[in-house]
């Protein structure tokens, strides 16, 4: 039922679009005779589209674009129709049978080039679709769109420095200055060099990155992940607490794990202690943290200590299930099983899900990890952190 109200509703789309087109145009008699010829060949395509003959109907549609050029926008149509039912190999098909069209003018060529690149990008030919979107390029250097398909393209290949610089080139045609999309490009291909053993280029290029913004949480992350890795773990504290000491990043508490590395590492560990309760100091409903500082005092053997903290934080935050059910398990290793029976009580009778933790701003996407880049929409810099 779907299948035969697609091909119907191209049929129709298809005849209104040609009709208007032989309508306007002004031809010759030896014109109009050829253009009978084509109208016939276009006719026969509508006819195997409306009995489900798709196959037949390109070829017809095929003889009339290599006739009458009138009809090759509307031909791209019924091309394009077909990607979006998922009919990538008729999409293909036609759209390269246009482009074997030796006298195509230029601007059909680019059109028909950006279909073939979306057809191959929607069947998943990376390579191929990258390709053509070059093919665009080489024609048309400004052509706005292709640049962004193939930074698209780049980024999920992980061509960094490919997308680097396709970013430099859409923020020259757009007038648009994104630095925190080049500061994110930056850090991946830090992260790459880190990757490969290269330190000395992975911290050029963070370096690079945190220049280009300086608000780039991820950057000084793995920049900071490097000098522990290399034992400088002086540079490495400094690096981490200059994501904490900004209000900026949002993200910052993603830093904990490897600052308390770094103080062990340099055998002071208690100093962690003054960071966590200078950030509660300013942030006060901040229960990520209240929850990690209780968690330093479990480990310092100080559990009352923990549970305290815990029940400061609840003065402040009551409706945090993060401090609540780390509350009820500090309370079952204090053997307080009949007070930690209430909070799991409390906590049952809420509706929690667990596996949105962090959100995009732009388009709602949720996710139980931190996500530098939106999976769905693509954008940078987009995540917050909910309340828990």
Not at 375 to 382: A, H, M, N, R, Y
Request: proline residues 2%; hydrophobic residues 35%.
């Amino acid at each position: 039922m779907h299948t035969v109200s697609f091909y119907l509703t191209a049929a129709i789309s298809l005849a209104i679009g040609a009709w208007l087109g032989w309508a306007v145009a002004k031809k010759s008699p030896l014109e109009e005779k050829t253009g009978q010829n084509d109208r016939d060949a276009y006719i026969r395509g509508l006819k195997y589209i409306i009995s489900n003959q798709p196959d037949k109907a390109i070829a017809e549609f095929t003889k009339a674009v290599q006739v009458d050029s009138n009809t090759i926008e509307i031909y791209q149509d019924l091309g394009n129709l077909f990607r979006q039912r998922g009919e990538i190999g008729r999409a293909t098909q036609i759209h390269q049978s246009i482009l074997l069209r030796p006298s195509l003018d230029k601007e059909l060529r680019i059109s028909a080039l950006m279909n073939l690149g979306l057809d191959y990008q929607k069947g998943g030919f990376v390579d191929r679709a990258i390709k053509v979107y070059q093919e665009v390029l080489q024609h048309d250097e400004d052509n706005l769109e292709a640049c962004r398909l193939l930074e698209e393209l780049y980024e999920e290949t992980r061509d960094w420095e490919n997308a680097y610089h396709m970013e430099k080139q859409i923020q020259k045609l757009s007038g648009a200055g994104n630095y925190s999309r080049l500061a994110h490009i930056m850090t991946e291909m830090g992260k790459a060099a880190y990757q490969k053993n290269d330190h000395t280029q992975a911290i050029k290029k963070l370096k690079e990155a945190i220049s280009l913004d300086k608000n780039c949480t991820e950057a000084y992350l793995v920049l900071g992940d490097i000098y522990l890795a290399e034992d400088k773990t002086a540079k490495a504290i400094a690096i981490f607490n200059k994501i904490i000491s900004s209000d900026q990043h949002q993200l910052s508490f993603a830093v904990y794990k490897l600052l308390e590395k770094a103080y062990l590492q340099r055998g002071r560990f208690e100093s962690i202690e003054a960071v966590y309760r200078e950030i509660l100091n300013r942030r006060p409903q901040d229960t990520r943290t209240r929850a990690i500082l209780a968690d330093y005092y479990y480990k310092k053997g100080l559990l009352s200590r923990a549970i305290e903290e815990l029940r400061e934080g609840l003065k402040v935050c009551p409706e945090s299930l993060t401090l609540r059910s780390t509350l009820a398990e500090m309370l079952i290793k204090d053997n307080r099983q009949d007070e930690a029976l209430q909070e799991y009580q409390y906590l049952m009778e809420q509706v929690i899900d667990k596996n949105e933790l962090f959100s995009c701003q732009k388009c709602g996407y949720q996710s139980s990890e931190i996500q530098w880049k939106c999976p769905q929409c693509k954008e940078w810099d987009s995540y917050v952190a909910h309340q828990i």
